[in-house]
């Protein structure tokens, strides 16, 4: 009976006047992970973690297959810079750090803070999937802005040199290099994910964890794919194009410079950060239409994806240098 006793307890305080039977299957589960765990505490931080661990790592290892085989190469941003296995096993290491250095306290210390603001965390029923789609609507809104912003800081001198450098150690990103950063980037830039939620939940007081949930997993899908190195046909940027997307972001890694934002185009274009950007797509795009045979083409590609990236380093140079009041006179 001692063994049992704390589920009792946490029954009568937490579902006391919850008709069961009136529950879909998957909000039964869910209230029986919080009787079977016996604190709301416990139980949150440890659903939040693994969550975050299965849905990054899960959503990682398509790419991983991807980069092993050959056929996708067609499709590679970056054809002649495929991640090796070394590459990314080092890669998983930093990654795994930030996690439990960073992630897994401030993750452990949610279900508090969120209860302070008002969040719902073991409650049920779940809200409407209509509330539920528009509340996460707005919170990419306000990530994307968020992190428009901040990743734009990151790339003044200390901050880029200190913090943000050890994120742009790959020039052609992959996959699991999503959140291969600093655990102070990994905490500022999070930042941006978790505050809209926060925020929200204060001013209006009816926000679920379930919601949060959805939107963290559709945002780690975002970061993860964004890195991935590839554009295919069916990628998402050619059906929504104020989308982002690899495309977009691996421009920003090999380059350096332009596209700050994550999910959405329209900060970059308002603020001409993507001048660069999309001087170097009108010029493959006209590579395209120029009726040049399939290797003179990707002669050309390289060519222009070497000037890119050399000037990518040029421009970090200076950025790294402008932390002595110096600008780098680097050719």
């Given at each position: 009976m001692n063994s049992t006793a704390p589920?009792?307890?946490?029954?009568?305080?937490?579902?006391?006047?919850?008709?069961?039977s009136k529950l879909s299957w998957l909000e039964t589960q869910?209230?029986?992970?919080?009787?079977?765990?016996?604190?709301?505490?416990?139980?949150?931080?440890?659903?939040?973690?693994?969550?975050?661990?299965?849905?990054?790592?899960g959503r990682c290892i398509p790419w991983i297959i991807i980069d092993a085989t050959p056929y996708f190469q067609r499709w590679k941003l970056q054809p002649t810079k495929v991640p090796t296995a070394q590459e990314q096993w080092e890669c998983t290491k930093q990654v795994l750090f930030s996690h439990f250095t960073v992630e897994l306290p401030a993750i452990w210390l949610f279900h508090p803070m969120a209860e302070t603001f008002g969040m719902s965390t073991w409650q049920v029923p779940f809200p409407e999937w209509k509330p539920m789609a528009a509340q996460i609507a707005l919170f990419f809104v306000f990530e994307d802005m968020f992190h428009y912003f901040a990743h734009q800081a990151l790339h003044y001198g200390p901050l880029y040199k200190y913090i943000h450098k050890i994120h742009h150690k790959y020039p052609a990103p992959f996959g699991l290099a999503a959140e291969y950063a600093h655990?102070?980037?990994?905490?500022?830039?999070?930042?941006?994910?978790?505050?809209?939620?926060?925020?929200?939940?204060?001013?209006?007081?009816?926000?679920?964890?379930?919601?949060?949930?959805?939107?963290?997993?559709?945002?780690?899908?975002?970061?993860v794919d964004s890195h991935s190195g590839y554009d295919f046909p069916w990628s998402l940027q050619h059906i929504i194009p104020f989308w982002s997307g690899a495309e977009h972001h691996d421009f920003h890694h090999m380059a350096f410079v332009n596209n700050f934002s994550t999910s959405f185009r329209w900060f970059d274009r308002l603020f001409g950060t993507d001048a660069k950007y999309r001087e170097y797509r009108a010029h493959i795009k006209a590579m395209r239409k120029s009726?040049?045979?399939?290797?003179?083409f990707a002669a050309q590609e390289q060519k222009l994806m070497d000037q890119a990236e050399a000037e990518g380093l040029k421009a970090e140079a200076e950025v790294e240098a402008y932390r002595y009041g110096v600008k780098s006179k680097v050719a």
């Amino acid at each position: 009976m001692n063994s049992t006793a704390p589920i009792y307890q946490a029954a009568e305080v937490l579902y006391a006047n919850t008709d069961f039977s009136k529950l879909s299957w998957l909000e039964t589960q869910w209230a029986a992970w919080y009787l079977w765990i016996g604190n709301p505490i416990i139980a949150t931080g440890l659903m939040s973690f693994l969550l975050h661990e299965i849905v990054y790592f899960g959503r990682c290892i398509p790419w991983i297959i991807i980069d092993a085989t050959p056929y996708f190469q067609r499709w590679k941003l970056q054809p002649t810079k495929v991640p090796t296995a070394q590459e990314q096993w080092e890669c998983t290491k930093q990654v795994l750090f930030s996690h439990f250095t960073v992630e897994l306290p401030a993750i452990w210390l949610f279900h508090p803070m969120a209860e302070t603001f008002g969040m719902s965390t073991w409650q049920v029923p779940f809200p409407e999937w209509k509330p539920m789609a528009a509340q996460i609507a707005l919170f990419f809104v306000f990530e994307d802005m968020f992190h428009y912003f901040a990743h734009q800081a990151l790339h003044y001198g200390p901050l880029y040199k200190y913090i943000h450098k050890i994120h742009h150690k790959y020039p052609a990103p992959f996959g699991l290099a999503a959140e291969y950063a600093h655990p102070a980037e990994v905490f500022i830039l999070g930042t941006g994910t978790i505050g809209g939620p926060l925020l929200y939940c204060y001013f209006r007081q009816d926000l679920h964890i379930v919601t949060v949930y959805l939107w963290i997993t559709l945002r780690l899908f975002q970061a993860v794919d964004s890195h991935s190195g590839y554009d295919f046909p069916w990628s998402l940027q050619h059906i929504i194009p104020f989308w982002s997307g690899a495309e977009h972001h691996d421009f920003h890694h090999m380059a350096f410079v332009n596209n700050f934002s994550t999910s959405f185009r329209w900060f970059d274009r308002l603020f001409g950060t993507d001048a660069k950007y999309r001087e170097y797509r009108a010029h493959i795009k006209a590579m395209r239409k120029s009726g040049m045979s399939k290797e003179e083409f990707a002669a050309q590609e390289q060519k222009l994806m070497d000037q890119a990236e050399a000037e990518g380093l040029k421009a970090e140079a200076e950025v790294e240098a402008y932390r002595y009041g110096v600008k780098s006179k680097v050719a």
